[in-house]
């Protein structure tokens, strides 16, 4: 069974509208993160929590914005959405600093 | 800001044999490293870490850490099929809270 667990596998949208991408570990793990993967980046780390506390921003844009409701949570809201922003955007956790383990990734295509 | 450099940026490897890969790395503070293995479709996963200078041994796989020269390195040995895959060295970003991602080796091993 996934201990990652990202939802929607799959998600198209128009120019300038705002998507949620869900994210839950069952892995018990105090950290959580978000990275981007495009043609043009490989793997971009977005943002890292602790504790469902921000800890880590890498993000120019405010049109992202993780959210955490809860422990073993963390979503990811995108506004305004550009073409640029089409990626597969992955979940991760760790315990602490140690290994991170990823999700499956939702693959994002903003039309 | 750490700058995580991959050579080569694609390897074709014969069934049975030998693959190096190289990663660079910026920051002269860098302690801790992995080394991480994406198949298609799939999120990355970790394949080993290494934050000792000199080698580390897991099956086919030798990690070799050179801090002084900014150097870590991966060779599979006996490449598989299986091994076809994405590869990503990554290093323990300063503050210890997330991972930086190089810029990924494809590695294909030829039947």
């Known amino acids: 069974d996934p201990k990652i667990i990202q939802k929607p596998k799959y998600l198209v949208a128009v120019t300038g509208s705002e998507k949620i991408l869900i994210c839950e570990q069952y892995?018990?793990?105090?950290?959580m993160y978000w990275y981007r993967q495009s043609a043009k980046k490989p793997l971009e780390f977005m943002f890292s929590y602790s504790y469902q506390k921000l800890m880590d921003n890498q993000t120019a844009s405010s049109r992202f914005q993780p959210q955490s409701s809860k422990k073993n949570h963390l979503d990811l809201q995108i506004t305004a959405l550009k073409p640029d922003d089409s990626a597969t955007y992955f979940c991760?956790?760790?315990?602490?600093?140690?290994?991170?383990?990823f999700g499956s990734g939702t693959r994002l295509t903003v039309l | 800001q750490q700058k995580v450099q991959q050579s080569p940026e694609s390897l074709i490897v014969p069934e049975g044999g030998m693959a190096s890969l190289n990663c660079t790395f910026s920051d002269r503070n860098s302690q801790y490293f992995w080394w991480y293995r994406q198949h298609s479709g799939e999120g990355p996963k970790a394949l080993m870490s290494i934050f000792s200078n000199g080698d580390k041994k897991e099956g086919r796989f030798t990690a070799h850490l050179n801090k002084a020269s900014l150097y870590v390195s991966l060779h599979i040995k006996d490449s598989q099929p299986s091994d076809s895959a994405l590869y990503f060295c990554a290093v323990l970003y300063q503050g210890g809270r997330a991972l930086i991602f190089g810029t990924g080796t494809t590695v294909s091993v030829s039947p």
């Open positions: 892995l018990g793990h105090n950290a």
């Open positions: 991760a956790s760790s315990q602490t600093t140690e290994t991170l383990y």
